[in-house]
């Protein structure tokens, strides 16, 4: 059982690394979401990262990860999280995050989607579109839709009656 535990750290290790900066502040950040919400009341941690995607355009950096969660014995108010052990019989949420970065130095966000839910959720489908939707509208971010409106853009002329 040990030696299996210690696979399980080493793969976590690997797929940690294997991860750029800008992905494990996603995971940070979805953690810290999750954990702020009112009904969780134990610390999870990240159990495995799958699909990650990261594009680069002129508009800045898209990130889409689906992270699973892994619960631990510890409470949520516990001052020492790194020795918390995972327990197996629990629910394990999976989240989805979508996060648009702009180019600067230090990235800043720019717009973002999350959304944690039970990995066995009923209405799945539905629940697949709206995130399908919501991360393509945070994937447009940034771009020229949204720039700011500027006086003489748009031109509209009155046709005379016929």
Do not use: W
Not at 130 to 155: I, N, T
């Amino acid at each position: 059982m040990k030696r299996l535990l210690g696979l399980a750290v080493a793969v976590l290790a690997l797929a940690a690394a294997a991860q750029s900066p800008l992905q494990r502040r996603v995971v940070r950040d979805v953690l810290e979401y999750f954990h702020g919400r009112s009904n969780v009341q134990f610390l999870f941690r990240e159990q495995s990262v799958e699909g990650a995607v990261e594009r680069v355009d002129s508009s800045g950096t898209f990130i889409q990860l689906r992270l699973n969660l892994a619960p631990t014995a510890c409470r949520k108010q516990t001052q020492r999280k790194q020795n918390c052990r995972i327990v197996e019989n629990r629910r394990k949420p999976t989240c989805l995050a979508c996060y648009k970065f702009d180019n600067s130095d230090v990235p800043k966000v720019l717009d973002k989607y999350h959304n944690c839910g039970p990995s066995h959720h009923l209405a799945v489908k539905e629940i697949k579109h709206r995130d399908e939707a919501e991360c393509r509208a945070v994937e447009d971010a940034g771009k020229a839709s949204d720039a700011l409106y500027l006086p003489g853009m748009f031109a509209f002329s009155k046709g005379l009656p016929a």
